[in-house]
């Protein structure tokens, strides 16, 4: 995850903490508010870690076919 996702996660969480704490009090508009602000930012922290995770495992299927590759060559 990058720096960009890890704060998007915090930021979501304290987010969603607050919005609980809002619910507590009986402010539902504010509630509502960092609710949406903070499900925002955990998506877009789950965006990042799914990226992330997509990226590395073509850089691993990347990297298999070089090596089948280069063991062919050393083959023939």
């Known amino acids: 995850m990058s720096g960009f996702g890890k704060w998007n996660l915090g930021i979501g969480a304290v987010l969603m903490s607050a919005a609980v704490l809002c619910s ?19 998506g877009i922290a789950g965006y990042d870690l799914i990226d992330g995770w997509a990226e590395r495992a073509d850089l691993r ?16």
């Open 24 to 42: 507590v009090l009986d402010l539902i508009p504010a509630a509502v508010i960092t609710g949406i602000l903070g499900l925002l930012g955990l």
């Open 61 to 76: 299927r990347r990297e298999a076919r070089v090596l089948r590759e280069r063991e062919e060559r050393q083959g023939r």
